[in-house]
């Protein structure tokens, strides 16, 4: 467990046999949007190559209160990151208003679609 | 009183206790008294100012004194006249009560301790305190100037505007360190611009256009060069504009130091005094730059403040929101609420681009980019231009998004823009409507009989996806009736009776059916107030909305009997 704090963000990492799982508490915002980006690099650094293979990072958003655009574009942002490092993400436990959002700006699939295997690299989308 | 200064005498300080044994000695004999030796001057004079002995380190000091000799003939007025007062004045039993009587004596500084010796007879203890009272004249020059950068600093951080740092550093500098002092800024194309001030106090602005070679060391100050040494500064050769008016006589000394700024230099400074007065010392003059140091910096921050106002008036110009009115007989109107006060620019955009006649179409463009403040604006701006070179292709809306979306994307951010367009025309009392929504909450329908409908279009943000897509809804408008455009800071602001519940999408309708029939700018007017009543002083996302209406005065073009003759008061 990893915890980091700002004022209105908290997240939590979770570190299972192949997965890493973030929790994600308070606003993710304009304020706070690069906290989480900083967080999911250095645990997809910190990974060790001769431990069992990273297969998903998971966000959870359980303790989410606002998302704003920035936020989204911190999310698209790991997707582009997860896609790259072939492994893959998923944001669980969305409430309403990240749900809403990601209807909205027509991102729900992009971010949500599993990974294809063999399209490591590819940007989120060209699918 | 009295009794404690006896009582004082019997404690026995120094001086008395020395000179009753000294006259209990030989007399006649001083060089064999206990303080003939001693390594200060020691000096015995009677009751009539007569010289009765001195030690050989008084007879250096007073060459020509000796036994007999008229006290007032070989010591300084002074010392002579503090022994008048002290041999005089028998209550005056001990001298460690006053301040001891000092002077010059030759280029050095002596106080003199009294004591009295037998038969009216007084010693005179000199002690030097020339380095003492060196010291102590730095220690308090030292005091001064600290204490005069601090106010200077304090002075001059007081404003972040240029020409009023200059006029403080002129004013300062000619109250503390000169007579008169200028301040020289950098030239642009125009000359340099030249703050006086002279002995009144009073601060003249000029511009000079001559060549700042004219005064020496200038042009080097000005470039930022280490300043030129006072002594090798002819005052003659200054020009009229370096000397301020009303100085008491001919300048006699001249210090030329840069201003040092951030970076680049942020002038120069003269310092100028009168033939009468001294010349600066080079401690004054290694003093003259640390203010000039302290004044640049101030000056230097007000400039680079002055410059990126400037900087951001024009980029606010460019990016500000356009005033709307009617265009072919439609109605339009727009409100945008920056995040901050502080801020007239930031992520949320609308233009009206007005189609060249009638028969064409004209097309709303309402926008949010992610993000806040000027780097939004700035993407704002690119989006606004790129949307802009696009209009000949806006019968097609998927096409202008797609080219859009391919101008913004890039593989080094996931910066985004959701957008609306509306292409709108008016045929006859009707106003038609192609709207598409990409990524953006889907525009509101206000209807003549107060139903608020969703405008049916949805699709996806532009800039980050290589493919996007999105459907296009095709509306009709009769007169009275409004199609709003908003971003979703509207439906997102937070605030209510709790200040915590969002306005939402439920809310934003219910304000609309009262909006039946009303102008475009009273349906904006009261779409805004009631967010900003829901926000109050509370924190908020960018907000923006665009009324595109319906008119009721349809039947002043309109006169072929087709208006629906439905009109509000």
Redesign the interface.
């Known amino acids: 467990m990893t915890p980091s704090h700002n004022p209105s963000l908290t997240l939590t990492v979770e570190i299972q046999r192949n997965t890493i799982v973030v929790h994600v508490t308070g606003d993710l915002d304009?304020e706070t949007c690069d906290e989480l980006v900083r967080t999911v690099d250095a645990q997809l650094a910190r990974w060790p190559q001769d431990g069992p293979r990273l297969t998903a990072l998971h966000l959870g958003f359980a303790g989410l209160r606002?998302v704003?655009?920035?936020g989204?574009?911190?999310l698209?942002?790991i997707r582009?990151r997860t896609d790259a490092a072939a492994i893959g993400l998923s944001l669980d436990e969305r409430p309403p208003?990240l749900q809403r959002l990601l209807e909205?700006?027509?991102?729900l699939e992009?971010l949500t679609a599993p990974r294809e295997d063999g399209h490591a690299g590819e940007?989120?989308?060209?699918v | 009183m009295r009794q404690r200064r006896e009582r004082a005498a019997d404690a026995s300080p120094l001086p008395v206790d020395t000179s009753r044994r000294s006259s209990a000695a030989p007399r006649g004999n001083g060089h064999s008294a206990a303080w003939g030796d001693a390594p200060c001057p020691v000096m015995v004079a009677d009751g009539r100012g007569r010289l009765v002995e001195l030690n050989a380190v008084a007879a250096s000091l007073f060459p020509g004194a000796e036994h007999g000799s008229s006290l007032r003939d070989v010591v300084p007025t002074w010392l002579f006249e503090a022994h008048d007062r002290f041999a005089s004045d028998p209550a005056e039993q001990h001298p460690g009560d006053r301040t001891p009587a000092s002077g010059p004596i030759g280029e050095r500084s002596f106080e003199a301790h009294p004591a009295r010796s037998g038969h009216g007879q007084v010693v005179w203890w000199l002690v030097d305190d020339t380095d003492r009272r060196a010291a102590e004249e730095a220690l308090r020059s030292e005091r001064e100037r600290t204490a005069f950068l601090a106010r200077a600093s304090t002075t001059l951080l007081a404003s972040m505007h240029v020409e009023t740092c200059m006029e403080a550093t002129a004013r300062l500098a000619a109250e503390h360190l000169a007579d008169a002092a200028v301040t020289v800024a950098p030239g642009g194309g125009r000359g340099h611009p030249v703050t006086s001030c002279g002995p009144s106090g009073e601060v003249m602005h000029t511009t000079v256009r001559g060549n700042p070679e004219e005064v020496p060391g200038l042009a080097e100050a000005l470039r930022g060069f280490p300043p030129v040494p006072s002594r090798r500064i002819d005052p003659g050769a200054l020009p009229d504009w370096a000397v301020p008016e009303g100085l008491a006589g001919p300048v006699g000394s001249v210090v030329v130091s840069p201003l040092p700024g951030h970076g680049v230099p942020a002038g120069a400074l003269i310092l100028l005094r009168t033939e009468d007065r001294r010349t600066f010392s080079e401690n004054e003059e290694v003093f003259a730059r640390l203010f000039a140091a302290r004044a640049g910096a101030a000056i230097s921050a007000a400039r680079m403040y002055a410059d990126l106002t400037a900087i951001t008036a024009t980029l606010m110009r460019e990016l500000l929101p356009p005033r709307l009115r009617g265009v072919h007989g439609v109605e339009f109107a727009g409100a945008y609420r920056p995040y901050s006060q502080d801020e007239r620019v930031g992520g949320d955009f609308y233009d009206v681009h007005p189609g060249a006649t009638g028969e064409e179409e004209t097309l709303v463009v309402l926008g949010d980019v992610c993000g806040k403040g000027l780097e939004a604006a700035v993407l704002t701006g690119k989006i606004r231009n790129t949307l802009q070179a696009l209009l000949p292709l806006a019968a097609d809306h998927q096409s202008v998004l797609g080219l859009v979306n391919g101008a913004l994307i890039n593989s080094h951010d996931t910066r985004f823009a959701t957008l609306a367009l509306a292409s709108v025309i008016r045929r006859g009392g009707t106003v038609r409507l192609r709207v598409t929504s990409a990524g953006h909450p889907a525009p509101l329908l206000v209807r003549a009989d107060g139903r608020v409908e969703e405008a049916d279009t949805r699709g996806t943000m532009v800039g980050v996806f290589p493919e996007i897509t999105s459907t296009t809804a095709h509306l009709e408008l009769a007169p009275g009736e409004t199609c709003l455009l908003f971003t979703d800071g509207i439906i997102e602001a937070r605030g209510g009776p709790w200040g915590d519940e969002l306005f939402g999408a439920d809310r934003l309708k219910a304000a609309l059916a009262e909006c039946a029939g009303m102008p475009a700018e009273a349906v904006v007017e009261h779409a805004q107030m009631l967010t900003e009543q829901w926000i109050g002083g509370g924190h908020h996302d960018d907000m923006a909305v665009v009324a595109v209406t319906a008119p009721h005065h349809a039947h002043l073009t309109a006169v072929d009997g087709r208006t629906r003759g439905r009109y509000t008061a």
Request: no cysteine; charged share 15%.
């Open positions: 304009y606002d704003d655009s920035m989204l574009s911190a698209l942002t582009r208003a909205i700006t027509g991102s992009h940007q989120p989308g060209a």
